[in-house]
C-alpha cells in the first residue's frame, strides 16, 4: 500500500514552492499555511503560482492539500474582538484554501480561558453556524488537542459535542494528530484498535479526514503538546520521542489511515539533516 504522507511544507515560494519542497521529501501529499499562521497578513492570490503548483504536483504524484487555520483563530474566545476576527478570517481562510485547491482545512477549535467548557463548546458551534453553510464545499476539521491550558477538544466528545451542535455539518470533519492524543491520554501505542473503535463510537469514523503524524516528548496524559521527531532517543537535540517508530508506523498502516493525508509536524532540525524526508521514508518501508 502506498501512503499519502508528507509534512508541513513552506508557501514563500507560493504553491509551487511549496509542492516542490514536498517532493523535495519524497511526499505523496503536504500540508501549508496560507500565510504565517501568527497574523492575517496573506499574499494576494495571483501570486502563489497555483496554476503551475497542480501541474507540478499532477506530475510528481502529489494529492491532496491540506491547510492549517492559522492559531490566531479562537472561535472560543468570549472577547467580542477575538471571536469577530476568529470568525471574519476562518471564512476568509476557507475562500483562500478553495482558491488554492484544497479540500481541507484543519482547525485548532479553540480555548475557552476564564470561562469553562460548556461555554467553549457552544461558543465553538455558535461560530461554526455563522461560517459553515449548505454550500460549504471544504472539510473544516477540527483537530483532536492535548489537553494544555483550555483547549476544548481534548477528546472525542467534546468534538462531538461541537459537531452535534452545528447545523449544517455534513462537512465538518476531525484531524487526528498523534502527538495531541497521546499527550491527552487515549493509549495509541498499545491499544489504537481500542481507540478507532471509540472514537467510531462517539464521533464516527466517516468524519476522520486527516492524521497529523508526530511523536511527543511527554509521556501519555501529559497534556503538554510538544511534538518529537520519530523515533527520537536522548541524542536528538529536540528531544526523545515517547510515541515510537513502530506505534506510528502500525497507524499508518492502519486501514482507518488508508487514503487519507498523513502529515508530519515533527520539529525542524536544520537544512542538512532532512528529517522529514527520513521520517517519511521511516514509516513508508516495506516491513512484510
Ligand atoms: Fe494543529
Ligand atoms: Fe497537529
Ligand atoms: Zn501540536
Redesign the pocket.
Known amino acids: 500500500m502506498s501512503l499519502k504522507i508528507g509534512s508541513h511544507v513552506s508557501i514563500a515560494e507560493g504553491l509551487l514552492g511549496a509542492a516542490k519542497e514536498a517532493a523535495s521529501y519524497g511526499a505523496s501529499t503536504f500540508m501549508i499555511y496560507t500565510g504565517a499562521p501568527q497574523n492575517t497578513r496573506r499574499t494576494a492570490l495571483s501570486n502563489l503560482k497555483i496554476e503551475e503548483g497542480h501541474a507540478f504536483m499532477k506530475e510528481q504524484g502529489i494529492h491532496d492539500i491540506v491547510v492549517h487555520a492559522p492559531y490566531i483563530i479562537n472561535l472560543a474566545s468570549y472577547k467580542p474582538h477575538i471571536y469577530d476576527l476568529a470568525i471574519s478570517f476562518l471564512s476568509s481562510e476557507m475562500e483562500r484554501t478553495q482558491a488554492l485547491g484544497a479540500n481541507y482545512i484543519v482547525l485548532h477549535p479553540g480555548s475557552y480561558t476564564d470561562k469553562d467548557a460548556n461555554y467553549g463548546i457552544e461558543r465553538i458551534a455558535e461560530g461554526l453556524n455563522q461560517i459553515v453553510n449548505p454550500d460549504t464545499d471544504l472539510w473544516v476539521c477540527l ?1 483532536t488537542m492535548a489537553g494544555k491550558g483550555t483547549e476544548i477538544g481534548r477528546n472525542f466528545e467534546e468534538l462531538a459535542k461541537i459537531i452535534d451542535k452545528v447545523k449544517y455539518n455534513e462537512k465538518i470533519g476531525v ?1 487526528f ?1 498523534t ?2 492524543t497521546h499527550d491527552s491520554g487515549y493509549d495509541i501505542i498499545d491499544h489504537f484498535d481500542e481507540v478507532m473503535e471509540n472514537f467510531d463510537q462517539v464521533i464516527g469514523l466517516d468524519r476522520l479526514k486527516v492524521f ?1 503524524i ?1 511523536g511527543s516528548l511527554n509521556p501519555r496524559g501529559a497534556q503538554k503538546d510538544r511534538h518529537a521527531n520519530i523515533n527520537a532517543d536522548e541524542t536528538n537535540p529536540r528531544g526523545k520521542d515517547h510515541i515510537g517508530l513502530d506505534a506510528l508506523y502500525r497507524i499508518v498502516h492502519h486501514p482507518v489511515a488508508q487514503d487519507k493525508p498523513l502529515i508530519l ?1 515533527t520539529p525542524w532540525l536544520d537544512s542538512s539533516t532532512n528529517l522529514y524526508a527520513q521520517e517519511i521514508a521511516m514509516l513508508r518501508e516495506d516491513r512484510s
Request: charge should be negative.
Open positions: 483537530e484531524c494528530d502527538c495531541h497529523h508526530n509536524e
